[in-house]
């Protein structure tokens, strides 16, 4: 199950998608041609989300297992051994399991590669209202407590940008 759990991994923290979201991404929802996820987010709300490389390679070595455990297309993209969905408790279980061999008993949640998507799109100068419809927020103030600046990428934008530095 270590093709699943890294796709998984690499589908969170690339895609920005919340834990229930995860949990209900679809075969037929995942695009590898477009490199696009459908998802079902807050309020039955559906979206796309990009589908970058690693996540995009993660998911297809997963899918060749995943046709042996459950070969019907329609269903739940992350199944357990016996071919049952996975629930968000599980992926919260195996995110936990993850952080805490990868960063030194450190907690991580599905919400901090959540946080990590965000905030490495903001810092690398995405557009806040493309984020906003990434993460699926109804109101760009829900995005904007993923802005925190650290302090000195603070005075590096105003070394580099004001007349007077």
Do not use: C
């Not at 992350?78 to 195996?94: A, E």
């Not at 959540?114 to 806040?128: K, N, P, V, W, Y």
């Amino acid at each position: 199950m270590v093709l699943r759990d890294r796709a998984i991994l690499e589908l969170m923290y690339g895609s920005g998608l919340r834990v229930s979201e995860v949990a209900g991404v679809t075969v037929d929802g995942v695009d590898l041609d477009r490199g696009r996820v459908t998802v079902v987010g807050k309020g039955d709300k559906e979206r796309e989300v990009p589908l970058g490389d690693p996540a995009r390679q993660a998911v297809v070595a997963w899918l060749t297992v995943r046709s042996v455990l459950a070969p019907r297309e329609g269903d739940e993209l992350f199944v357990n051994r016996r071919g049952r969905p996975i629930g968000p408790r599980d992926i919260r279980r195996l995110v936990g399991r993850y952080g805490r061999a990868a960063l030194s008993g450190r907690r991580v949640t599905p919400h901090t590669l959540r946080h990590s998507f965000a905030t490495h799109l903001l810092e690398g100068g995405a557009d806040i209202r493309a984020v906003q419809e990434m993460l699926g927020h109804a109101s760009v103030a829900t995005t904007q407590r993923y802005t925190h600046v650290s302090r000195s990428r603070l005075f590096e934008a105003y070394e580099q940008s004001h007349p007077r530095a």
